[in-house]
């Protein structure tokens, strides 16, 4: 395709250039609008500048894409409604041996479950769980972090619904699940291994050393996760109500009281600091214990106890205070028959519902896991994911909306965006020219070729992103490795399935992946942490280079 006129060209590039900038810099000072809006802005000049035609900018827009898209993502919401990563991060910590064991488990685990879950919707949820696990046994939060975003870049690379730009070369190729599985999987778990192995080397000293930056005390061998770790539920502790009481008034005060934090003073006067009380009615009863007492500090009350038996009627008599009263008056008083039908009754409907809940949660993994089935037998990836969605929320019983809310539709109007746009900057004719001049060299029938096509997709994935990449270069790749043989066009989809994935990790900017797990660190609640750009670099460079290089070995050789 021969370059479009000089006019076009320019304003093509021009509109080009601001989505590019507006995607690879959301937040730039002088329009700070971010990737969807600037991926809707890049298209709208293709459209207004003439670059494309309405019709064509339309018909740009790759639906099954799309729909592929939408339905993994409601999956993946069932599956964090069902506690699936949960579960993992359960995983995590469970008979852990230490920092290093903790730092292998989270480059194992976040890389199968990218593989399946997409490696986005993956540091989403286990970025503040793998932080918090950090902080609370006083390791370092830096190689987990790294580890939890580069094992899910190159986890995902695995499948079709692992990452966007394999959901675009999976429809683009017609490779089916299966054929990219075997081809690509054996290079995932070599390159995770590979990732892992760098991790520990680079960091051997961080982790070796696991004393509390406080106190200075010695962590312990085993890694531990507490309850709310576990759940997900980081939210602040709370101040229970605090009432001051005197020390001569202790006798007076009932067992519903709570006590908490006292101490003795060195004259051995007992100081009672504070109380917890459970609820008004306690609060009530204790002024008026409190008054009693005032009144009479040795106030006693000779209360008879009349047993009455079968042979006749005795009596007896004990010396209480009114707290001792008041305790045997609530222990002797029965509990009534309506009391014990409602314990009954609020028992059954904790094991109905706990049932219930069994119950579902089982239908959603047994409709992910025909899912994935499906996907394996060669059905249409779109509709297979579009299916297993709408059938999840038809079992869920309730209204769609609030599951549907979760769906990032800012995400799916950035690809419509994007692919206007990438369309556009197509017709202008810069990129097949560019591609000419270096098509003959980097032709995946000798080695030379192969290194010199994944530098140009790891730079230009770093440059323009990988999805943009993948649809600019796609169809240009295939085709030149169609003129060799049918095996090399299937190859070189995988290749480029492969380097454009493992190049996220290459700089913090790199993957959408790594932002999340920036963000996520930095904005988590009392465990926050700032990944800065040059620290994922120094990490990124040697990683990537090593990982792709072994991948691409293990690929080519499929």
């Known amino acids: 395709m021969a370059l479009a006129g000089t006019s076009k060209v320019v304003l093509g590039c021009v509109a080009f250039g601001i989505f590019w900038v507006l995607a690879v810099f959301p937040t730039v000072p002088f329009m700070p609008v971010g990737r969807t ?34 339905g993994t993502m409601v999956v993946s919401i069932f599956l964090e409604r069902a506690d699936m990563f949960k579960y993992l991060g ?5 008979k852990s041996r230490g920092s290093k064991d903790l730092l292998f488990r989270v480059c194992i685990v976040s890389a199968i479950a990218s593989a399946l879950f997409t490696n986005d919707t993956c540091c989403v949820v286990l970025t503040e769980f793998i932080l918090k696990v950090a902080r609370q046994n006083n390791l370092p939060p830096q190689p987990f972090l790294l580890a939890l975003a ?11 619904i692992g990452n966007p730009q394999n959901l675009v070369i999976a429809v683009e190729s017609g490779i089916s699940f299966g054929q990219f599985l075997l081809g690509v999987f054996p290079a995932m778990i070599v390159g995770v291994l590979t990732n892992a192995a760098i991790l520990l080397c680079y960091f051997w000293k961080y982790l070796s050393v696991e004393k509390d930056q406080e106190g200075g005390q010695p962590a312990g061998p085993e890694v531990v996760a507490d309850d709310e770790v576990t759940s997900h539920r980081f939210t602040p502790a709370r101040m229970s109500h605090v009432s001051s009481l005197n020390p001569d008034d202790m006798d007076c005060i009932s067992e519903p009281i709570i006590r908490s934090n006292s101490v003795r003073s060195t004259s051995g006067n007992e100081n009672l600091r504070s109380r917890s009380v459970n609820s008004e009615a306690d609060i009530q009863l204790a002024i008026k214990s409190l008054r009693a007492s005032s009144m009479s ?8 106890v009349t047993d009455r038996r079968d042979e006749g009627a005795s009596s007896r008599k004990f010396t ?16 009534s028959p309506d009391s014990i039908n409602g314990e009954k009754e609020k028992e059954d409907e904790v094991v109905e519902k706990k049932w ?42 309730t209204d769609a909306q609030a599951c549907l809310e979760k769906v990032s539709y800012s995400l ?67 085709a030149s490795a169609a003129a060799i043989s049918h095996d090399s066009e299937r190859k070189a989809w995988l290749i480029l399935a492969w380097v454009s994935t493992v190049a996220g990790n ?27 750009f040059w620290s994922h670099l120094r990490f990124g460079v040697p990683s990537t280079i090593v990982v792709t290089a072994i991948g691409l070995l293990i690929v080519t050789s499929y």
């Not at 600037?38 to 003439?50: D, H, I, K, N, P």
């Not at 500090?297 to 008879?304: I, K, P, Y």
């Open 37 to 70: 809006a600037g991926s809707l802005l890049g298209a709208m000049l293709m459209v207004l500048f003439r670059v494309i035609s309405p019709e064509d900018a339309y018909a740009a827009i790759d639906l099954p894409i799309i729909g592929l898209l939408f």
């Open 90 to 94: 359960n995983l995590l910590s469970w």
């Open 150 to 160: 580069t094992s899910s870049n190159i986890g995902s690379a695995a499948t079709p």
């Open 297 to 304: 500090h040795e106030m006693v009350e000779v209360s008879t």
């Open 320 to 335: 209480r205070t009114a707290s001792q009263q008041r305790s045997v008056i609530i222990e002797d008083t029965p509990p």
């Open 356 to 397: 219930r809940v069994f119950v579902w949660k089982t239908a959603v993994y047994l409709i992910t896991l025909g899912m994935l089935i499906a996907l394996l037998m060669g059905l249409n990836m779109s509709w297979t994911a579009i299916t297993a969605a709408l059938v999840l929320l038809a079992l869920d019983f």
């Open 412 to 478: 799916l109007i950035f690809f419509c965006g994007m692919f206007i746009t990438v369309d556009g900057f197509n017709k202008t004719g810069i990129p097949n020219t560019l591609w000419e001049l270096v098509e003959p060299y980097s032709r995946i029938d000798s080695a030379k070729g192969v290194a010199l096509l994944a530098v140009v997709i790891l730079i230009l994935s770093n440059v323009a992103s990988n999805v943009p990449t993948v649809l600019l270069l796609g169809t240009r790749v295939a």
């Open 506 to 532: 290459l700089t913090l900017l790199g993957s959408a992946a790594n932002l999340i797990v920036c963000e996520q660190a930095r904005r988590a609640q009392f465990f926050g942490y700032n990944l800065s």
